[in-house]
């Protein structure tokens, strides 16, 4: 019998892999993080939500704890991502939330404490290389594959980790919860950052923390054309939110220039670039160079492209990429490392 810890959130994931873990008999105890303080309706930092993943253990007659993480949380992602913002940077707060909090923090407060793993919902797959090496794998689910934010996990980490939902569709986690008599079987998913409130938005949650600079929008003669309300909420590649002149192509944000306030617009051809510079690159196990499948957000479609030393060299010429973004490097449906774009 294996001791587990699952991460309950209180969705409909996290509550059926506890469930999938208690048929495999193992030794199951709920944990659910607390890390948001403020106003959350995402779906998985609000009150409701740990009171979803309580029921849920109930239910199950498993054992629930709830840990507050909520000061690690302030420091390694909610700063962070200010700060990013203020620097003209594009943050991805979940992967850090996974970095630092739920396979930092919490898988060793589950060593500590003799648990042999920690059980996740996450929609991704775990498979051995024939020299014993893990790797994480896409989804049998593919809509809802979320490979790309555990990237970062190294071989402990992996070892220490089970993903029972990974072979199952989203349709098949549902009816096995509904089958269970399961509240949170119709639970709608959660949105990405679960410290931006959809009624507020991200310009609310900033404008409290950072002062938010007006801009000029730019064309690529430096011919001004246009205005935006906030330069720190522009990204790489933005179409909305910029107060442009009009023009017969739609134009997009290809550089944001953070001490001048200015935003640099173009064509979608002037937004494809051949090279991607990438900084703090890490590997499942060895060190990879080559041509690999690379994925630029959660849901993009992964482009071939040769990894030379810190640069991506793509087979063809490809959007160009948000400082700041995390870059996810695959072999076929299997993740080898990743970095951050630059």
Aim: proline letters at 3%; hydrophobic letters at 40%; aromatic letters at 4%.
């Amino acid at each position: 019998m294996t001791r587990v810890m699952v991460a309950m959130s209180g969705g409909v994931d996290s509550s059926v892999a506890a469930a999938l873990a208690c048929e495999n008999g193992d030794e199951v105890v709920g944990v659910t993080l607390k890390l948001w303080g403020g106003d959350s309706d995402s779906g998985c930092c609000s009150v409701s939500d740990v009171d979803d993943a309580r029921r849920a253990a109930d239910s199950l007659g498993i054992e629930h704890h709830v840990f507050n993480l909520g000061d690690d949380f302030d420091e390694h992602v909610v700063a962070p991502y200010v700060k990013a913002h203020s620097a003209g940077l594009t943050p991805n707060p979940c992967i850090e939330c996974n970095r630092h909090i739920k396979f930092d923090r919490l898988l060793k407060r589950a060593k500590a404490l003799g648990f042999e793993k920690i059980v996740t919902g996450h929609h991704a797959r775990i498979v051995k290389q024939k020299d014993e090496t893990l790797r994480i794998a896409r989804a049998a689910d593919e809509a809802k594959d979320q490979s790309y934010v555990l990237y970062m996990l190294n071989q402990n980490q992996i070892s220490s980790l089970h993903l029972p939902v990974g072979e199952m569709s989203k349709d098949q986690v549902r009816e096995k919860a509904n089958s269970l008599g399961l509240r949170v079987a119709t639970k709608p998913d959660s949105q990405d950052v679960c410290f931006i409130t959809r009624e507020k938005g991200r310009a609310d949650f900033l404008g409290q923390r950072i002062p938010l600079t007006p801009g000029r929008v730019v064309d690529e003669n430096g011919a001004e054309v246009g205005q935006v309300e906030a330069i720190e909420l522009v990204t790489v590649g933005q179409r909305r939110g910029m107060l442009l002149a009009g023009g017969k192509e739609p134009r997009y944000a290809n550089n944001i220039d953070i001490e001048s306030a200015t935003v640099t617009v173009g064509t979608p051809d002037q937004l494809l670039v051949k090279q991607t510079e990438f900084r703090d690159p890490l590997w499942s196990a060895n060190e990879i160079k080559g041509e690999f499948l690379v994925q630029t957000s959660a849901h993009g479609k992964p482009k071939l492209a040769n990894i030379e030393d810190d640069l991506l060299v793509w087979e063809e010429a490809h959007s160009r990429v948000a400082s700041g973004q995390s870059l996810v490097f695959y072999e076929e449906d299997q993740v080898v490392g990743g970095a951050i774009a630059i």
